[in-house]
Nanobody
Framework: QAQLVESGGGAVQAGGSLRLSCAAS????????MGWFRQSPGKEREFVATIKWPYANTYYADSVKGRFTISRDNGKNTVYLQMHSLNADDTAVYYCAAATRYGGFVYYIRDSDYDYWGQGTHVTVSS
């Protein structure tokens, strides 16, 4: 049974940094496109970043481009989200997700593109 477990969330001051991790098990991680999404209170879940296989191509939401970096370590079955220059708008529950279908050159940016989800990790940015 596939399982995704996020960690690394917490409270940080505006301008600070955090690195989120998502450990995967029960699936062929190296053959999955991985994504990060987030959901702020009162808002719908939104796409943040995705990383494809096998070449680790990445794609970001405009709101995080240049501040966040998604990466993966296939040897550890883990995907990361390095976040810099955090601001209050980044406050949210962050979820990682795995897509098992081969997407070719298409970047998966919709919830429905993903098959498995983690439980989420909270990030709170105070100004």
């Amino acid at each position: 049974q596939a399982q995704l477990v996020e960690s690394g969330g917490g409270a940080v001051q505006a301008g600070g940094s955090l690195r989120l991790s998502c450990a995967a098990s029960g699936l062929t991680f190296s053959s999955c496109d991985m994504g990060w999404f987030r959901q702020s209170p009162g808002k719908e879940r939104e796409f943040v970043a995705t990383i494809k296989w096998p070449y680790a191509n990445t794609y970001y939401a405009d709101s995080v481009k240049g501040r966040f970096t998604i990466s993966r370590d296939n040897g550890k079955n883990t995907v990361y989200l390095q976040m810099h220059s955090l601001n209050a708008d980044d406050t949210a529950v962050y979820y990682c997700a795995a897509a098992t279908r081969y997407g070719g050159f298409v970047y998966y940016i919709r919830d429905s593109d993903y098959d498995y989800w983690g439980q989420g990790t909270h990030v709170t940015v105070s100004s």
